[in-house]
């Protein structure tokens, strides 16, 4: 258990702080992509996605910690947890996609697909530096 929260003490940080930068980055780059920002993309210029990001990153590396303290294969374990996490993120997305009733000439659709990019992005950080830099033996 002590070796579980050894690597943990610098694996989860850097997990949490690599995220958050991919996540800015990509809002950033959207950001340029939709210029000018449409009023219906507003909520693409908040703070909302890294504070997401970090708070529900960090659950991710709590939630590591379980799976390689209580799995008999953490690895395979976690990246199938990871990935249902994915799926389950993309629901409120869809969700805006299909219930935002915008101006004849917007769709919000461009927006739910951004924030599940940022999605994509940050599971694949998460799941690249938990389990690629995990050991799968001690």
Known sequence: MATIVNRLVWL??????SSMAVVLAIQQLALLWFTPLPCEYAMLRSSEPIALSACLVSVAVVVFFVVAREAVDPVRTYRRVALWALVV????DVVL??????APATSVWPIAVVFMVLHVVAWAVIVTLLTCRWPTSD
Do not use: L
């Open 12 to 17: 989860g940080p850097a997990t949490v702080m």
């Open 89 to 92: 993120s993309f629901v409120p």
């Open 97 to 102: 996609g299909y219930t935002s009733q915008p």
